[in-house]
């Protein structure tokens, strides 16, 4: 478990290149100076923005195969996680859905100073968004399990990887699913909070 700034920045360290670092440096310097305009993270988790956010982001990639070539973020807020994925890979298409303008202007931002190519902003509701192929599906805070697969299944294959950073209610919403959904997730145990779970699944929802 990490617990500690230091153990949060080791481990980006051991996983992350020279110039992935570089842009994580930046956005925490970013990330603290729009804090102060918009509550984009709660002000306590500024003192452990590395492991609280940072890390809790890239530990993803654990469960994402490396062959995958692009990612859907839902409800990405200040950028956690597919902002983070999108500075650790640069190979990797991330897209990121959020709502609140406020939101999207910092995404953008954001993506500007990390001089990002492979990251884009869709500045509205998720039904909204155009149904396309995704190798890779994530959000964090967004809704209940059996909410995020009903609005978000038609973005998914049967190859498609889905990464659901949760708190203490992972196992319970996995346990909550159909039983032919059910037997597609499993929960993982977070690195960064012993009360925290990933949901992580392999396939095609068609209906919930």
């Known amino acids: 478990m990490i617990d500690t700034e230091d153990q949060a920045r080791a481990f980006l360290s051991e ?9 994580l440096q930046v956005l ?22 590395w492991k609280r956010h940072f890390v809790d982001s890239a530990q993803l990639f654990d469960h994402v195969p490396r062959e995958t070539a692009n990612l859907l973020d839902l409800g990405s807020g200040a950028g956690f996680p597919g902002l983070i994925l999108a500075a650790l890979r640069c190979d990797l ?36 968004v155009a149904t396309r192929e995704f190798g890779a599906i994530t959000a964090r805070a967004f809704a209940p399990l059996r909410k995020l697969l009903d609005i978000a299944g038609r973005f998914s294959t049967k190859d498609t990887v889905w ?30 909070s012993a009360d925290a779970g990933i949901i992580v699944g392999k396939g095609k929802v068609e209906r919930v």
């Open 28 to 49: 925490d310097g970013a990330l603290r100076e729009e804090n102060a305009i918009q509550n984009l993270v709660s002000p306590s988790s500024l003192n452990e923005l």
């Open 93 to 128: 298409e991330v897209t990121l859905v959020e709502t609140r303008a406020k939101r999207v202007e910092w995404l953008n931002h954001a993506i500007g100073l990390l001089e990002l190519t492979n990251c884009a902003v869709l500045g509205m509701r998720v039904e909204k």
């Open 15 to 23: 996983r992350c290149d020279h110039e992935a670092l570089k842009r």
């Open 163 to 192: 990464v659901l950073p949760k708190g203490r209610s992972a196992a319970q919403e996995v346990e909550d699913l159909p039983p032919r959904l059910r037997r597609m997730f499993h929960v993982e145990q977070s690195q960064t």
